[in-house]
């Protein structure tokens, strides 16, 4: 099979990541790239690290230049993936890389993203509960967020296992291209290398519904997040720490056990021999996910720890997983679980 | 009043950051500076950024070459102070950069170092509730740990205003000099850069006893504390992300006057304007404490923030503090709220 | 003595770290700061880490406003100078941290500029020959250009002492601060971090003409310069390497006596021990210029490496250094040679 | 074809670089790994990037453990692999990481190495006039070193064409992995961050002669090499900034054409289009070379920059097109042109 892939968006770094993995992906042949401001510039000068599409030319986002395709990958500012998906065919697989169909909550929308809820579309984390069936033959796939997929992977066992109270405590570290390409003041280089600082803090960041979106689907129940974003300085990268009230009765054993379950089948999460934590390095370029969890007798908490690329599994790899999966491939299809490290 | 001050382990990053401060400290003569498996070398070549101390030869740690000083600095690893302290005098004041003499409770150091417990000194964080008061005309002090620092003073004042349940969950991220010069395979330059990763995870910190002992001496009950440090890829600085629980009845506005009244006469510790968060950038090289608190509504939370130097404030510009104090000099003597940023 | 001290482009780098020095500097009281684009906003939010002047509000740069100070800084684009400076009174020291007073050839100013020559001001690189004394009482200065202070330093004892033949070949690196605050994607941290580029290369860049200048002063004949600037993932500091062919006769002895006697008597520049090679790390933040060279046989060639802060002895620092000298202070009023590291 | 590969030194840097490669190469299936002091640890705990690998468990370096394989990779300290080559057959390939085979001329190994010359083998550069032949069908390969790369892919053309003068000067940065490691206090992360430094200045690098031995057989005649080694705050990459006097009569014209001439049907060495300068981000785990030259009319030089993977293209990226041409695979097999970035 080979399936002709657009990308909306290709200019900036999640854009760049879908091209840097389907370049490589056997069953891909790399068609149109769009990008806006950058439209008719060399994809070389702007993607300098993609040398073998080095020549060729952003055009604009139109949906003639995106018809012809068997999948097209939507990496666009939010709230801007509904219009170009309406004028692709229902035949077409749109894999959107935006925020734009993740809520089913339209409020929980509206509150965090001050515009229309456009709907929600099956969700890219094929390893959460049931997600990977809907995937399956979708035409449709909305891909999670960075930090929701590496909080949501790092929790949902303790919830699907009944083992946790419903209030969860996370605080992650983010490398700053989860940011993008904007050109803000505070992504200076000079501003972050050597400086650690926090963001959207006391519930504000807009990932914080998707978590609880996806813990309380795990859990069967309402999930209280406390989320704590922050800015690290490393170009990749999110390491989660994700803590939640262990219910009465839990023991280092039961949560051991439930973890080792829950990704026991799965072949990109990788839960750590005991004693071993995750590091972002190890995961630097790939599609894996590292997860350790412990149990805390003392203050009576699990501590589950995920590291992922937020570029990688935390957006574009995850969106690739997904094609694979819509598409009916093997789900690793061009994917690896090889960090580069050092 | 001139005071003649030795530091003993003069060649790690406490001493050389003691050192630092000590320069530019008007009241502060620099006498005999030690070290173990350095002695005989010149500073110059171990902390080449003192330049006005390029010269110096460090000298075997013995009670002879530190006698005859008014303040004598132990940046010794843990469990060696004591002997060291034993040799000098009453008169001496004797300042520990160490953890031998912070925890009150001897089965708490037991536990967590795994040697008998030395003693308790004055502890070296003025900010706290009668901490300044114990600290005026001691002749020895404990220096707070880094982490303990960042925490207690991100924290304490929702305790001692009665505002936060006792149950504190804390995610940390550290600068590598936090682990000090020893030669370990992850601390390395290419293990570290582009890496964050977690350590001590589930209480096995040995910081945390000593923020239980801060938090529930503010809170006047027993708090559990759940700490997760991480490495961060910067040489220096803690960013201590603290989250409680609110009591019932707690407002933003009840969070806001709680950290306004701790702070208002505090010379080093700056709650920041709302809506602005820290960054440990602000604070290189200074010993200040970047502070900023918010109340999560929707999750119940109080989440504080604070930034340091761990070197600094988290060690010898706090080492500094408590001299000035317990000698009697004004207590910003030598000692800067201007970081060094970007 | 107390001068009272305006700063014209408070919210960038350079104004930053004027700001920075100037606090600590016992004669300097600051008064008006000016800002552009961020005029009305509070420095606390632009500069937070100069936390003593948090409250102040940044002003327009006008004449009004920069009037009834002893002394002002300009950190001014390139190019706007002289307009500012011409409406100060002539008792009035004015200290350009931009290139507009650099260059004494006009036609120099031009190609590399494109603009119209505005005049050549007493130059403020006092280690240079003959540079200190025409700084003395001077009312206007023109602050080097980062890597012409780095590199003039390392490179002036070899050709004032007729060692090296007139072909220098020069490659430094420089922290992005040296590129200012301006929002351009390549000085994005992601675009920076884990990575080393070279820009305006073959003699493109601003700085050439200036080194040109200045070893050329020194040798008494025309300089051929080949400098390539190359980004350096951090946010401060300027490593220079610069090579020359040796002339004929030159010994290692020779080389390293003239550089003994040409920083004999300069309170901030040391020429390291043999054997011992510069680190910004060491001068991160001081006004220190650190210093080493050898002479390699086989190739015949001297190679001189500085280490200079680009925004300290580069900039702020080598200003507030030529304020002291052309106010008749000692020299080294407020300034330090004690770098912060690790 | 399916090639049977053990790697001898599979703990280090170099090891697991190999290693990340082999995983993905569709002809080798990867044998014995072995260890020194690591001996009987799991991979996964010493490199825990390699996922796939985390399982296996080191051995010893033994002829038996590295009996029957066709291909063997040395990644040894240097001076060690004579004596493993020695003990394995003749049609067995190996290729040695080290420095042990890669210099012609003796006295240039004692001189620098201080041990006898244990030989010379074919040099794994085959982008080099008439290396790609020798290393054909050969059953030993000497990898160069990685500053020798970079060097000399940026400089061979220049005097290929008879276009320079034989005077090179030469300085580069390089992230830490290069040094390996090593525990050395000077790489660790806390030294290493923010700052800049050089070492083996003034001829005193061991890549040295390397360079010389390459860039004078391209030449044809004695070549001087100037060559400064700094180490770059980043964890992998080299910026080689490489510069000689251009000889009578060459023109910026005359300069491209050489280098495009060169690099032509190389599959690896990508020559950036005009106006665009290398950067080391774009080759991060690739094994790609990215080259840029420019002629400096004023100073009348040539400068040639190229960036590389220090690891990849450097070690073990050419180490494995190396065995590609020796078992006459397709040279590109495995690898990849394609940078992680940002």
Known sequence: MTVRVAVAGASGYAGGEVLRLLLVHPEAEIGALTGHSNAGQRLGALQPHLLPLAGRVLEETTPEVLAGHDVVFLALPHGQSAAVAEQLGEDVLVIDMGADFRLKDASDWERFYDSPHAGTWPY??????????????????????????????????????????????????????????????????????GSMSPYGVGGGHRHTPEMIQNLGAAAGERISVSFTPTLAPMPRGILATCTAKAKPGVTAESVRAAYEKAFADEPFVHLLPEGQWPATASVYGSNAVA????????????????AIDNLTKGTAGGAVQSMNIALGLDETTGLTTIGVAP
């Open 124 to 193: 890219g984390l094929p390893e959460l509960p049931g997600a990977r069936a809907a995937l399956e033959g979708s035409k449709r796939v909305a891909v999670p967020g960075c930090y929701p997929t590496a909080v949501s992977l790092a929790l949902f066992p303790a919830y699907a296992a009944a083992l946790a109270e419903p209030e969860a405590v996370i605080v992650a570290a983010s490398g700053t291209s989860g940011a993008g390409k904007a050109l803000k003041p505070h992504l200076l280089g000079s501003e972050v290398m």
């Open 291 to 306: 997860v350790q969890v412990a149990y805390d007798e003392a203050a009576g908490r699990i501590i589950a720890i995920s």
